[in-house]
């Protein structure tokens, strides 16, 4: 029996979390650093999974661990893992210590000088962090339907408790309309996403039925039914294909989030600490995306087919609609999180643009999405808690006091809107190629999302970095040694991932081609110009490689 590597991997963080929340109350400091600690280890044998994967072997999934679980019906723990799948959880695990660094004091005793203030549970706010963690990486795991299905919807609980439960000190003054909008946001976030999760557990249980009929025996595998289909064992009607595949991708869709089920994000975002707005956005809402991927295409590939039309305008909706409205925001928190809508729509427009320049940029931009969004978050908070607003009028002049924070600010700022040279650059380019290769329409009105995000992260910085010093901000302190170590590491990975995606490219390239191959999808052939030669021969117009090959 090999080593159960991928339940490892899940089970560190989870134990961590236990063992973080079982500490006496006085023992804060010993919590934050074995949440620290935990969160290290977690990501080193991240870091093992992804040097030992081969992304050249002909098997769709490595690691693979299966064993009985709930025998009469047909769920076993399985996991199993690809090079998207891989990526995602380096990714995952890369943030979470950054995360946890970030929200050091995010989580101490509030001041007695305001008696009537409560104490926060730092134990219980690290142990959150990484009973997320542990339940993301799960499900970036998970090879059967059923298991992932279960994390997909549990980690929706700790989620709740820390957007709910602690929320950033900007506008102190009023804690307890502070309180009730935390509150607000926790609850529509949760209602949201139990929502889809609802509907998704009826196509969940609608597969099994159908599995179960045609199969002798219901199944709950990703590999089983992907190879059934394959080989003809299994047929799944027209109508109730379709039905399945919107039960899940509804579900997907509201954690992405995708127009119109996306009025969720931005409350949340705002409302949680920046920490906790990393992980949403950063971590937990890439689940969405990647299901996509991993389920939508495989298990349903001809109503994927038949439901690109429609996804590829909403997500070319949220593509705008995102940075329009993050052009119009005054609140620092609530701009990022219409930027990341935008950009959300720019992962799906990759996904179903059925191409693997496209699927391959989606993926990346995954990856480069979770870090410049960490790193504009992550500065901005720091931002915050100085000045105590999140309102972007409130700043002015920031780069004379504080050159460092407005230096990073800078840089995560352009990694938002695609600098050429940084990291989302690279995928947000593959996406728009992708897509213009099989719909060049869409692909061309996509680009107007480049210039929107010009113009609402520049704004941004011209408003509060720039200008005469604001007499609020004249004492602001710049970047500590903390806060230096958690966002250097991020911009240079933006730098080196700009310069060079080989690494990623290379990881993840043999998935996508794995699921274009599912979903029974070519790159569409580009068109030549023949021109006339002497001799005679074709003139003046478009042709596809086959008509030059079968002229010749």
């Known amino acids: ?27 804060r400091t010993a919590a934050k650093w074995l949440a620290l600690l935990v969160s290290v280890v977690t990501f080193a044998l991240a870091l093992v999974v992804a040097f030992r994967f081969d992304p050249g072997s002909k098997s769709p999934y490595q690691f693979t661990e299966s064993h009985a679980w709930i025998s009469d019906f047909g769920v076993r723990y399985a996991l199993g893992v690809d090079g998207i799948a ?16 970030a929200g050091w004091h995010d989580a101490d005793p509030l001041e007695e000088a305001a008696p009537n203030r409560r104490w926060r549970p730092t134990q219980g706010f690290f142990a959150l962090i990484l009973a997320v963690e542990a339940m993301v990486v799960i499900s970036f795991e998970a090879t059967d339907v059923f298991v992932f299905y279960l994390f997909f919807e549990a980690m929706l609980i700790p989620m709740y408790f820390l957007i709910g439960g602690f929320g950033d000190r900007a506008g102190g003054e009023d804690e307890d309309g502070a309180a009730r909008r935390r509150s607000n946001a926790a609850v529509k976030f949760l209602l949201y996403n139990l929502a889809g999760g609802l509907i998704m557990l009826a196509a969940v249980i609608g597969l ?41 991708f509804f579900a997907f869709a509201v954690k992405a989030p995708l127009w119109p089920l996306h009025t969720w994000l931005p409350g949340a975002m705002g409302e949680s600490t920046s920490p906790v707005a990393v992980l949403i956005t950063a971590v937990v809402d890439k689940v969405g995306t990647f299901a996509m991927l991993r389920f939508c295409l495989q298990l349903f590939p001809e109503a994927s087919s ?16 995102g940075a329009l409205l993050a052009v119009a925001q005054r609140d620092i928190k609530r701009l990022i999180a219409y930027a990341s809508i935008s950009h959300f729509g720019f992962i799906i427009l990759g996904i179903f643009a059925m191409t693997s320049q496209g699927q391959g940029g989606a993926t990346l931009y995954m990856v480069n999405h979770g870090i410049s969004t960490a790193a504009l978050m992550l500065v901005a908070g720091f931002l915050i808690s100085r000045r105590g607003s999140r309102l972007i009028a409130d700043y002015g ?34 996406v728009l190629v ?52 958690v966002v250097a590491p991020l911009i240079a990975l933006l730098l080196f991932l700009g310069v060079y995606p080989k690494p990623l490219t290379d990881l993840v390239n043999p998935a996508v081609d794995h699921t274009l191959s599912v979903v029974d999808k070519k790159d569409p052939k580009p068109t030549v110009q023949v021109d006339a030669v002497p001799g005679g021969g074709r003139h003046g117009h478009a042709v596809r490689e086959q008509d030059v090959e079968a002229a010749k």
């Open 1 to 27: 029996m090999s080593f159960p590597l991928l339940t490892v991997v899940a089970a560190v963080p989870a134990a961590g979390a236990v063992a973080t929340a079982a500490l006496p109350a006085a023992r």
């Open 86 to 101: 891989v990526a995602l959880i380096a990714l995952t695990t890369l943030l979470i210590p950054f995360i946890i660094l």
């Open 208 to 248: 099994y039925a159908v599995t179960a009929d045609q199969l002798g025996s219901g199944t709950f595998s990703l590999q089983q039914i992907v190879e059934a289909r394959a080989a003809g064992r299994l047929h799944i009607g027209t109508g109730t294909e379709r039905l399945l595949f919107l039960g899940f």
């Open 306 to 321: 038949w439901a690109t039309p429609v996804i590829l305008v909403l997500a070319l909706i949220s593509v705008l609609y």
């Open 397 to 430: 002049g920031v780069q004379k006091v504080a050159p460092i924070l407005a230096g990073t600010f800078l840089i995560g700022g352009l990694a938002t809107l695609s600098l050429p040279g940084l990291a989302p650059f690279v995928s947000e380019f593959l």
């Open 434 to 485: 992708g897509t213009f290769s099989r719909y060049p329409v869409i692909g061309i009105i996509a680009t107007l999302g480049i210039v929107l995000a010009a113009l609402y992260v520049l704004v941004l910085y011209q408003r509060t970095m720039t200008g005469p010093v604001k007499p609020q901000v004249s004492g602001l302190p710049d970047l500590r040694v903390r806060e230096l170590v």
